[in-house]
């Protein structure tokens, strides 16, 4: 059984969904430190053909309080949720997906009354299940908070034992994970670490002239079919 382990990003890029479909098990590790200026929060999309940061107001922001823990900021969500869906309208509208797109980011970005109370783990988590449900991912989905009560595990020991809980005998990470993680102290206790590098995806991106890599998934849905996005899932490679 093959298992992979993030923190829950707003939208991320192609790869992460690489990632997801790679699996049979999400772990949404939402107990962990909120990283400030990270992709917990924000993510970028292509305005007048440059890379430009959306970034959702959290209630202060520390690395001190858990992803779990840290709160929308209810007081400036309405005016941000305009704001970004004006955006949206103004350099997405003609994109061939984009009368399919719109409502899905809707669906996530609820209005201020409904995403009362709501913390940034809820409305990231929603941004991934939604493009998972759109792209046709199956994949499990298990939340760190409310499953394995382990947070006093540090780094690999408390990967390793979600995966002895949840039967995995394959870890897949992000490529970059191969700074944080050697394959033997994971074979040790018989798991197969494995790391996922993205192979790269081109795709018209007007107003673009020259392709921007890495923007937000909403980029990639708004510029791409069903079928595309398919095959643009598969494009990448475990080392």
Known sequence: MKLAIMQPYLFPYLGYFQLIAAVDT???YDDVAFIRRGWINRNRLNIDGCATYFT?????ASQNRLIRETQV???QYSHWRRKFFGTIDAWYRRACSYAVIRPIL???FLDAERSKDETIADLARRSLTAV???CGIGTRFVDSSTTYDNAHLHKAARLIDICKREGADV???AEGGQELYTKDEFSAQG???QFLRSIPVVYPQPPSKEFIPHLSMIDVMMHNSREQLAQQLKSFEVV
């Open 26 to 28: 999400f772990v949404v």
């Open 56 to 60: 959702v107001p959290v209630d202060d």
């Open 73 to 75: 900021q209810s007081g």
């Open 106 to 108: 809707e669906a996530v």
């Open 132 to 134: 998972c449900g759109y």
């Open 171 to 173: 870890y897949i990470n």
């Open 191 to 193: 798991i197969s670490l």
